[in-house]
């Protein structure tokens, strides 16, 4: 399941980025993640399966997240973008799943669909770097 992404790029503050995220094959989970320069990765957004959503609080209202099933891609719209916006975003997915609620739990260099359960997101993409200037 190649994840391959597209779209960063440096904006100033109060502006809009949307990323893409073109994926081939099945998967249960899908989200955006970020990271910044010393910082740990940090979930932003996920779809499941079913079109359901989660967003991050420091993003909610700002960042829609999104799939065209049609085109096998997965978006992130990104608007009123702040400078702490800043940094690498992925594209993961989880290449099988269970019956329980997808997350965007990140902790100790791992990034996971379900916690308790230790299943961590199995396919990421490369990375597009985002850039906002206040």
């Known amino acids: 399941v190649p994840l391959v992404e597209s779209g960063g790029g440096s904006v100033q503050a109060g502006g809009s980025l949307r990323l893409s995220c073109r994926v081939t094959?099945?998967?249960?989970?899908m989200g955006w993640f970020r990271q910044a320069p010393g910082k740990e990765r940090e979930g932003v957004a996920l779809v499941d399966n079913d079109g359901r959503t989660n967003t991050s609080n420091s993003v909610k209202g700002r960042f829609t997240i999104s799939k065209d099933n049609a085109k096998n891609t997965l978006y992130l719209q990104m608007n009123n973008l702040k400078s702490e916006d800043t940094g690498m975003y992925y594209c993961?997915?989880?290449?099988?799943?269970?019956?329980?609620?997808?997350?965007?739990?990140?902790?100790?260099?791992?990034?996971?669909?379900?916690?308790?359960?230790?299943?961590?997101?199995?396919?990421w993409g490369q990375g597009t770097q985002v850039t906002v200037s206040s």
């Open positions: 993961a997915a989880l290449v099988g799943g269970g019956n329980w609620v997808c997350e965007l739990y990140c902790g100790g260099g791992d990034c996971y669909a379900n916690f308790p359960l230790g299943v961590r997101y199995n396919r």
């Open positions: 094959g099945y998967t249960f989970c």
